[in-house]
């Protein structure tokens, strides 16, 4: 039972242009998503969050968009970098509802960005 | 400010061995948390503790896996016996508490070969 769903498991962006990368779940009592990114051989790291009371969440370069009537998340990433080269993980929690931290973790995005 | 440490880096065994990994969290993270990474597939939460105590364990194969956080610190995770299904990244993460707001920091992880 997959809960959180990354449909594109790669993306393909040239330097400079916008990287959107999705996210879908199907458990509507998820209301904390978080978006992690990956380089080999390290862990995942912390990168942008949103609560379910926002429909948007911006820092810097990267912004999460969140839809809750489509059970549906995206990051934009503006303008795409090659250090941006990564896997990049959707996560997903209760934390409000449930007063938990347990994060379910979709399949990732591997996204690529040439020059 | 250290990171998350794990060892060993890799490790290869034969199915039906015994295998112990080891984290060391970040200095004053009370919650530590173990993920197991099958190839292709997002982080799983296996076990999470709070100081020295067990938050969840709902998705760890307790007939074989195993983990302990003695003194609110250090944690291993073993795996006995082995099956080749455990073959995977092991993930050690810790926050500061137990509020999903709070980061959690992964480790560079232990990639595990049962043949």
């Known amino acids: 039972d997959q809960q959180v769903k990354q449909n594109s498991p790669s993306l393909s962006v040239q330097e400079g242009r916008i990287s959107i990368l999705n996210c879908d779940y199907t458990n509507s009592m998820f209301d904390y998503f978080l978006w992690y990114k990956k380089y080999p051989a390290e862990g995942p790291t912390f990168l942008i969050s949103i609560s379910s009371i926002k429909d948007k969440n911006e820092d810097g370069r990267f912004t999460v ?44 995005t591997r996204l690529q960005v040439f020059p | 400010e250290a990171g998350v440490a794990q060892s060993p880096r890799y490790k290869i065994i034969e199915k039906r061995q015994s295998v112990a990994f080891w984290c060391n969290p970040i200095s004053g993270h009370a919650t530590l948390y173990w993920y197991q990474q ?3 597939q997002g982080p799983k939460l296996l076990i999470q503790f709070q100081n020295n105590g067990v938050v969840d364990d709902s998705q760890l194969p307790k007939d074989r896996f195993s983990a302990e956080r003695l003194k609110g610190v250090d944690s291993t995770l073993k795996i006995q ?28 992880g232990t990639r595990l070969t049962v043949t």
């Open chain 1, 65 to 108: 968009f969140l839809n809750k009537s489509a059970k549906h998340l995206s990051l934009h990433i503006v303008p795409s970098q090659p250090g941006d080269s990564a896997v990049y993980f959707c996560a997903a929690s209760r934390s409000i509802s449930y007063n938990t931290d347990k994060l379910i973790f979709g399949t990732g």
């Open chain 2, 38 to 40: 099958i190839l292709g």
């Open chain 2, 81 to 108: 016996p082995a099956k080749l299904e455990d073959s995977a990244v092991y993930l050690c993460a810790s926050s500061l508490s137990r509020t999903v707001s709070y980061e959690q920091y992964f480790g560079p």
